[in-house]
């Protein structure tokens, strides 16, 4: 594996903890992910997601105006659409959104590998 290659996983996911564990993910946006509405926050979520994994590519690859433009489609949609399916989930079984069961840390960490997945992917493109 190249430097460029270590520095692009790296940095996205550095990208991805920033966007969802710091205070980037607003307390209105994370209530509207445990309560799959508003949906527009989501999306502005995934749109900070979007922002900061652009931004790791360009400054770390720097590669065709159309790739990035596909990375940043990519990442939009998919964590939009892995962020409402568990907020959906949620709605569906509420034992989903309890901290102190075993299914949400489940769910949590299935959720996160499915981004990791993602990132790994946005990394083979842009490479």
């Known amino acids: 594996m190249t430097t460029q290659a270590v520095l692009l996983l790296a940095g996205l996911f550095l990208a991805h903890f920033l966007g969802d564990f710091t205070p980037l993910a607003t307390p209105r946006m994370l209530a509207a992910k445990a309560n799959a509405q508003p ?10 997601h979007t922002a900061l994994v652009t931004l790791v590519i360009l400054l770390v690859v720097l590669p065709a105006g159309s790739t990035v433009l596909l990375a940043a489609a990519i990442q939009f949609a998919t964590h939009f659409l ?11 079984d509420p034992i989903l959104n309890d901290p102190g069961r075993n299914r949400f840390w489940h769910l949590l960490g299935l959720d996160q590998l499915a981004h990791a997945f993602v990132l790994v992917g946005i990394a083979a493109l842009v490479l």
Do not use: E
């Not at 949906?39 to 900070?48: D, K, N, Y």
């Not at 892995?82 to 569906?92: E, S, T, V």
């Open 39 to 48: 949906i527009w926050l989501i999306a502005a979520h995934a749109g900070v």
């Open 82 to 92: 892995l962020d409402a399916g568990r907020a959906k989930l949620g709605q569906i």
